[in-house]
């Protein structure tokens, strides 16, 4: 059974950068054919697929955040990261690390389904505030 959990600083500045660090345990980052992405959630709306970085490293972005995100990872330690940079408030959510066999698991409005992905973070709020 895979594991994953969210790391980072629940309160992040206007303007600043967000970095979170997902922890897998249970399986390999660089098996074979999966995909680990990251989705958030603001309040009172749905999932937003915010992008993946596949087995092999190469990424993935969700069109709406492109500009301001980056991944990366750490094979050895078995961590991926987010870093979301230029923040503002609109970015307040719970941010969620997630396992998929799919590549780019987004719809319309660039929104997640939850059963696209069969391993979940239990997520960190992370809430931009000055």
């Known amino acids: 059974q895979v594991q994953l959990q969210e790391s980072g600083p629940g309160l992040v500045k206007p303007s600043q950068t967000l970095s979170l660090t997902c922890t897998v345990a249970g399986g390999s980052i660089t098996t074979n054919n999966y995909y680990w992405s990251w989705i958030r959630q603001p309040p009172g709306k749905g999932l937003e697929w915010i992008g993946a970085?596949?087995?092999?490293?190469?990424?993935f972005y969700s069109p709406f955040l492109k500009s301001r995100t980056s991944f990366s990872r750490d094979a050895s330690k078995n961590q991926f990261t987010l870093q979301l940079t230029l923040v503002t408030p609109e970015d307040t959510a719970v941010y969620y690390c997630?396992?998929?066999?799919?590549?780019?698991?987004?719809?319309?409005?660039?929104?997640?389904?939850?059963?696209?992905?069969?391993?979940w973070g239990q997520g960190t709020q992370v809430t931009v505030s000055s």
């Open positions: 970085i596949a087995y092999s490293g190469s990424t």
């Open positions: 997630a396992r998929s066999s799919l590549r780019e698991p987004y719809y319309s409005d660039y929104t997640a389904r939850r059963d696209d992905f069969d391993s």
